[in-house]
């Protein structure tokens, strides 16, 4: 081993140390400034010194930090489930969004709530709509998995394609249930596509908690394995890494954690995109502080999304997805042209 290469690898990890304690400190400024905000305003000072009165402990513990958590819980798991997409297709355009996850879970759920007529959620409750998500979210998955595998070896084109046209079809049968939805049914599915944090309860999140947490830890403890996978499936096979093995494992904990999301919070998109490659820029590509990272990165996104989407029409709501969608969009454009602008002259 070089002697120099502690001088060199020293700064280096205490720079990405310092940038994961960034994050966690803008996750908590913008924690309590969610709190604060909206139309009911609690000063900063009151919350950080605990002397509430009980009109705002009310609308703190019952209103406030159920949203707040919510925000935090979503923005993390779409994050996350965005870098581990990435690293597993060792393609930056990959997101659960963009490849049909999402609208896949999204339909389901629509299935669930239009033509059960209740049955579902009245016997199983909100786990009834994650577990509805979950299995949306992964049949998609494995069809563009399968789809990807066309030719034998897995083709990043071919799974972008299956992705647009799964996803077509899932947004197809969701404009189908909301054409037969009655008014009730209409006004939910119109703000629950365009994602929205306003239904946030505490069972809620404890239903997304006990799905998300699991299968996000999950996803940072095969980091390791990933960054190997960045060699190729050859090569990883000869380093002790069992692909495919990895790749059933990284979907299913990806299906489970936009699943889950997306029954709590409608769709909201580009969180998965953006978030990692903006890590990716600060600290590099490694999964094993690219993971946590998107995850703190993406709970305080959305937090700050949903905290300007309480504010921009109050005392009305903006639904949080077209904020992201808004970030998302160019962010988007700007990525296709600075990797393909190159290759055509432009």
């Not at 605990?50 to 949203?67: A, D, F, H, K």
């Not at 999402?102 to 389901?108: I, T, V």
């Not at 990883?236 to 889950?260: M, W």
Request: aromatic content about 8%; charged content about 10%.
């Amino acid at each position: 081993m070089n002697p120099l290469a502690k001088y060199i690898t020293l700064p280096i990890l205490q720079v990405k140390i310092s940038a994961l304690l960034g994050l966690a400190l803008l996750l908590f400024l913008l924690i309590v400034i969610s709190m604060s905000v909206g139309v009911f305003s609690i000063p900063v000072m009151d919350l950080l010194t605990g002397t509430l009165t009980q009109q705002q402990e009310t609308v703190l513990y019952s209103i406030r930090l159920p949203r707040v958590l919510l925000a935090a819980l979503v923005g993390a798991s779409l994050a996350v489930s965005g870098a581990a997409m990435q690293g597993l297709f060792r393609n930056p355009l990959a997101d659960p969004g963009l490849i049909g996850i999402s609208s896949g879970a999204a339909f389901a759920v629509a299935i669930v709530i239009v033509l059960s007529g209740g049955l579902i959620t009245g016997l199983f409750g909100l786990y009834g709509l994650s577990v509805a998500a979950f299995i949306g979210g992964l049949l998609t998955c494995l069809l563009i998995f399968r789809f990807a595998q066309l030719t034998g070896s897995f083709s990043v084109t071919y799974m972008l394609l299956a992705g647009i046209a799964l996803n077509a079809l899932a947004f197809a049968g969701t404009g189908f249930l909301t054409y037969m939805s009655d008014d009730q049914q209409l006004r939910t599915f119109t703000f629950w596509t365009m994602g929205s944090l306003a239904s946030a309860l505490w069972p809620s999140i404890i239903v997304a908690a006990t799905i998300i947490l699991p299968a996000a830890f999950w996803l940072s403890y095969k980091a390791r394995e990933l960054n190997i996978l960045l060699l190729g499936e050859h090569e990883a096979q000869h380093l002790g890494v069992d692909s495919e093995r990895l790749k059933r494992s990284v979907i299913i904990c990806t299906a489970l954690c936009v699943g889950a999301a997306v029954a709590v919070s409608g769709i909201i998109g580009f969180v998965g995109l953006v978030v990692p490659h903006l890590i990716r820029l600060t600290i590099g590509p490694d999964n094993r502080l690219l993971i946590p990272a998107s995850a703190l990165l993406g709970a305080a996104l959305l937090l700050a999304a949903d905290s300007f989407a309480r504010l921009i029409v109050s005392p009305a709501e903006m639904p949080v997805g077209i904020l992201t969608s808004l970030i998302g969009g160019p962010f988007f454009l700007w990525l296709l042209v600075k990797q393909y602008a190159g290759r055509f002259g432009i």
